[in-house]
């Protein structure tokens, strides 16, 4: 395809134009990648952009008012990010927030608004889950069907800037797919990876949740009375020849793409209760499958594996075994304390020890093992506010400085057995919820919110 831009004419319903380009590698990253926008760009694999605006002719008032939707595409075809500028599109105002949508690789999408404070979260904008039904959503992928449409009937001709017709450049544009089209696509991934992930480790929200899912064991067996994430609690360790084969599937699904990633995560919810060497077989073949390579200096990290694990797992390995999977790639581990008051604990996480959970955080910062934590606003209601956030505070002083702390707001879920407690427990009102989370942020310098992302 030409470096340069071209213009799209249709005769179709909409007065649109569209201009068609492609996005040049980053050379500055050996080719990993392509430009967002002229700085870092989160390595979301993006080969080709359409900017989509009305045409109102000599209208230019009324044109004025209308922003302009661009949409980013992989090598395949599919969306990996639409953003609009403007407040209206047709007869439909934005209020003149500007949003941006990224697609994870599930199909989920996260909408974000920049003028969001980043004190919250740490990132540049503040993420939202979309769902059908939502504003930006539903426009969006109605304007995506239909320059489908478009492409599909021929019924367009392509101009360069300066006018000239340019057939052959309709011809450089990739098949690009629908919204049917992403949601066989999600569900192609997820038939691969045997189902919906119900969360993602929270760090991964630095990387815009952009990441390769690999399956090695299902269910968490933690027993949170406020969790229904995973319906079947009891641990099942997937053989490993049906975790190579789930990683051979979801290489060939993600085709060239694969080069724009650069984590991967293990799920679900706790991994390492698989056996080491299973576990570090796993990795090794996810990190050679994937082409991540082990040289500081190469465009691919050498340490790209991240997943969720309870405490009790971490000391079931000895840190040999934990410096074993450290060099075969795991390098990120995130873990639910909720809560560091003692008497809660018990509550809502029946068996958990905070002396052991010490313990499991200093085996891993030992062998160089990053560690994220969660803890929950409002877990224990009224009855425990006070403590919750005292008590908590306290325990977290008493770990390695190196750990990074993410908060999220609890989720009253009528299919938890938490919703049977709270009846004694006095749940928080809203405005006692930000109070807490308020709290939490001044004592926890180092605390992001996150969100439960589904993949």
Same mark, same amino acid.
């Given at each position: 395809m030409s470096n340069k831009w071209?213009?799209?004419?249709h005769n179709f319903k909409s007065p649109w134009m569209i201009e068609w380009s492609p996005i040049p590698p980053r050379d500055s990253l050996k080719g990993r990648g392509f430009d967002?926008?002229?700085g870092f760009a989160f390595n979301i694999g993006r080969t080709h952009k359409a900017l989509i605006y009305r045409d109102h002719g000599k209208e230019k008032q009324e044109s004025a008012t209308n922003g302009m939707f661009k949409f980013d595409f992989d090598s395949h075809g599919r969306v990996v990010m639409v953003s609009y500028t403007g407040d209206r599109w047709g007869e439909i105002s934005f209020d003149n927030y500007k949003p941006e949508m990224h697609r994870l690789l599930s199909g989920t999408w996260i909408e974000g608004r920049w003028e969001h404070s980043t004190n919250e979260t740490g990132l540049n904008y503040h993420p939202t889950i979309m769902k059908e039904g939502d504003k930006i959503y539903d426009v969006s992928m109605g304007i995506l069907d239909e320059l489908v449409y478009i492409l599909e009937k021929d019924q367009v001709k392509a101009l360069d800037i300066a006018g000239r017709d340019h057939a052959d450049l309709l011809e450089a544009i990739p098949p690009v797919k629908n919204h049917e089209g992403l949601l066989k696509e999600s569900a192609r991934l997820h038939s691969i990876i045997g189902g919906q992930i119900p969360v993602m480790p929270p760090q991964l929200a630095l990387y815009h949740y952009h990441a390769i899912p690999v399956r090695?064991?299902?269910? !968490?067996g933690g027993? !949170?009375?406020y969790c229904d994430f995973y319906q079947n609690r009891k641990i099942e360790i997937l053989p490993l020849e049906k975790v190579l084969k789930q990683i051979d599937q979801t290489a060939e699904y993600l085709g060239e793409e694969v080069d724009h990633f650069e984590q991967v995560?293990?799920?679900?919810?706790?991994a390492l209760t698989v056996p080491t060497e299973q576990l570090a077989e796993e990795i090794r073949y996810a990190r050679n499958k994937f082409g991540f390579r082990p040289d500081e200096t190469a465009p691919r990290?050498?340490?790209f594996a991240q997943a969720f694990a309870r405490y009790k797992s971490i000391l079931a390995k000895s840190e040999e075994e934990l410096a074993h999977l450290r060099e075969q790639?795991?390098?990120?581990?995130?873990?639910?304390?909720?809560t560091g008051c003692k008497e809660l604990v018990q509550v809502v996480k029946p068996g958990q020890e905070l002396d052991g959970f010490r313990e499991a955080v200093r085996r891993l910062v030992n062998v160089d093992i990053k560690v994220s934590i969660n803890i929950i606003v409002g877990l224990g209601g009224k009855k425990f506010a006070d403590r919750h956030v005292n008590e908590t505070a306290g325990f977290l002083q008493t770990l390695p400085p190196e750990i990074t702390v993410f908060y999220a707001y609890l989720e009253r879920k009528a299919t938890s057995r938490y919703a049977q407690q709270e009846n004694l427990l006095a749940p928080l009102e809203t405005g006692e919820l930000i109070k807490?989370?308020?709290v939490f942020r001044r004592l926890i310098p180092k605390a992001y919110k996150y969100l439960f992302i589904p993949m």
């Open positions: 071209f213009r799209i004419e967002l926008w002229s090695v064991q299902n269910g !968490c027993g !949170c009375t995560v293990l799920i679900d919810g706790d990290p050498w340490n790639g795991l390098h990120y581990l995130n873990m639910g304390l909720e807490q989370a308020e």
